[in-house]
């Protein structure tokens, strides 16, 4: 299962993630995170090291981690101070300060998100780690498929039925070739000399 592509559910938890990150983008402290995770995946794709993914996910907690313990420190910090000034009295209700809830708030987001980077984004990625080495997240063919589908293409067009195809449509397939880089120029040559004796 490892070198099978992302089934499209995997691929929309991927995808889900990554909209739940832009909103934390407006914030200074979530460009980190993002940062960390797009730096994991350029060197995925860069050196084809599926570690790269692991260690900035492992990044990306440990730097939840330190938000969540400076945010739940500082709610502990202001629930502390409950039935002195941080809290009043008022209709037999107690009214708490507003940064109370706002940390807690923070502590349960960042939570969350703790949870949705294993469960949305590593946990499929790792169930795949060897496709997504070899071919990208999003891909549903393989490099060697994709390899494959142009020799054959370049067989066909060096086969001995060019003249089933027009002068021009021929070079300009083989130019199109040799602009990708699937040819050399010597092999362009060649061809394209072959196509022009063949009329």
Not at 123 to 141: A, E, K
């Amino acid at each position: 299962m490892t070198n099978s592509p992302l089934t499209s559910g995997e691929q929309a938890k991927v995808f889900i993630f990554a909209l739940l990150m832009i909103p934390t983008l407006l914030v200074f402290a979530g460009i980190l995170p993002a940062i960390f995770l797009a730096f994991g995946v350029f060197l995925l794709k860069k050196n084809k090291d599926f570690s790269a993914i692991e260690t900035s996910v492992k990044l990306v907690v440990g730097y939840l981690w330190i938000g969540l313990i400076l945010a739940g420190g500082t709610a502990c910090y202001f629930g502390s101070t409950y039935g002195t000034e941080a809290a009043t009295w008022y209709d037999g209700d107690w009214k708490y300060d507003i940064e109370f809830f706002a940390f807690i708030g923070i502590s349960v987001t960042i939570i969350v998100y703790m949870i949705l980077i294993k469960s949305l984004y590593l946990s499929p990625l790792q169930s795949h780690r060897d496709w997504v080495t070899l071919n990208g997240i999003f891909s549903s063919t393989s490099a060697e498929a994709k390899q494959s589908v142009k020799v054959n293409e370049i067989k066909i067009i060096k086969g001995e039925n060019l003249r089933s195809y027009s002068v021009a449509d021929e070079l300009s397939k083989w130019a199109r070739l040799r602009d990708e880089g699937v040819v050399s120029e010597a092999d362009f040559q060649e061809a394209r000399n072959k196509i022009l004796q063949s009329q």
